[in-house]
């Protein structure tokens, strides 16, 4: 899979641009604040529908603008589809695949896959469990674009099961009672608990069965990073976990033990007016040797995991049939020189790699593909 051209209007700092692309390694290369992250961002959305610098949509449209518009031909296994998404902040996205309209934005994802590593990655390690979460979830969906409704829906349903907690709670303090569970609106919570278990059971099944999978990547990744210096490993630790034994990817075990779950915290979840059990608190650990990475690693060794956090995404997907297209979003500068020679070499014979850098010199031999300058608003090849 590659990208031959892509298109943006009104996006960030473009009010326009048109870059074609070819195979193989390509250099985006422009002083910082020139917009080069903005041109990766694009193809990162398009193909996860998020951002990896911004949560929501609004920063993306330049501004002045009422909307933006991203469109990307993309070749497949010899065949070309043109993707191309509008973003209008405050109202839903459209997107268009070829020459028809897609139901919705979400139906869009899996026509370009994409793995992208930048600095904000270093979070990956010694950021919170939100950022890990994430990871993996973006993974998932990559593999099997159907998990972005199941997250979809997991999430709809808890942002309704978390009001009426929040309501039960918000009453407390201006009664000094707590609500019993079968009182008011909080009878319906049995309604919620139910979905929330389904929808729960089904994204927390992809996520175990996807760190087992991953698992022997990671260890692979960076071991080769880091040339042997230590090993990692990836493990998941579910809310659900308790001392009968290890989790299993069995959705009905799942939901079963979700609903439990969810029964026995019904009293503290009142009192904090909020959902305490369930994938949104899960957590991915991370090691070195026998220490969590997070508060043990150095800097040079969080710089290692994160990036064979996704070198490891990237051989799974590969594995399993899918060349995504490789973005090194201006992360030769923050390696040293052995791990940039190292990076270079694993990714060597990738489909397609856009590497963005302000010092061109920063990016090994053995990417010096084509080359683009990146400055005031234009995109120019000059090798």
């Not at 409704?149 to 009001?163: A, H, P």
């Not at 090993?231 to 998941?236: E, F, K, M, N, V």
């Not at 994160?306 to 990237?314: P, T, V």
């Amino acid at each position: 899979m590659h990208v031959r051209r892509f298109e943006l209007i009104d996006f960030r700092s473009y009010p326009h641009v048109v870059v074609d692309l070819e195979p193989g390694p390509s250099v985006l290369v422009g002083p910082n604040g020139a917009g080069k992250t903005n041109l990766v961002e694009a193809l990162g959305y398009l193909a996860t529908l998020g951002s990896h610098r911004v949560s929501a949509d609004a920063p993306l449209v330049r501004a002045g603008a009422e909307r933006a518009i991203l469109r990307a031909a993309i070749v497949h296994e010899g065949r070309e589809l043109l993707a191309e998404l509008e973003l209008v902040p405050g109202k839903a996205n459209r997107a268009r695949l070829g020459r028809a309209a897609l139901p919705r934005a979400r139906d869009l994802i899996g026509a370009l896959r994409v793995i992208l590593f930048a600095p904000e990655d270093l979070a990956l390690v010694r950021g919170e469990p939100a950022e890990r979460r994430r990871f993996l979830d973006d993974l998932l969906v990559a593999r099997h674009p159907r998990f972005a409704g199941v997250r979809s829906d997991y999430d709809r349903v808890l942002k309704q099961r978390n009001t009426l907690l929040r309501t039960a709670y918000l009453a407390r303090k201006v009664t000094g009672r707590r609500a019993a569970a079968d009182s008011g609106d909080l009878r319906t919570l049995e309604a919620w608990d139910k979905q929330l278990a389904d929808f729960g059971a089904e994204l927390l099944a992809g996520r175990l069965a996807l760190v087992e999978t991953l698992a022997p990547y990671v260890t692979k990744a960076y071991d080769a990073v880091s040339q042997g210096k230590g090993r990692a490993s990836i493990t998941y630790k579910s809310t659900l976990d308790d001392d009968s034994g290890q989790l299993t990817a069995d959705r009905e075990l799942l939901s079963a033990r979700m609903l439990n779950a969810l029964a026995a915290a019904r009293d503290a979840e009142i009192d904090r007016g909020s959902t305490l059990v369930g994938p949104q608190r899960d957590e991915i650990t991370l090691q070195l040797g026998d220490l969590p990475a997070k508060g043990y690693a150095s800097h040079g060794e969080s710089w290692s995991f994160a990036l064979a956090l996704r070198l490891a995404a990237y051989d799974l997907l590969r594995a399993e049939g899918i060349e995504p297209v490789l973005i090194l979003d201006d992360v030769f500068a923050e390696l040293d020189a052995t791990r940039r020679d190292r990076l270079a070499e694993l990714v060597d014979g990738a489909a397609q790699v856009l590497v963005t850098c302000a010092v061109a010199g920063d990016v090994p031999p053995a990417l010096a593909g084509a080359r683009y300058d990146v400055a005031e608003g234009e995109v120019r090849r000059v090798v």
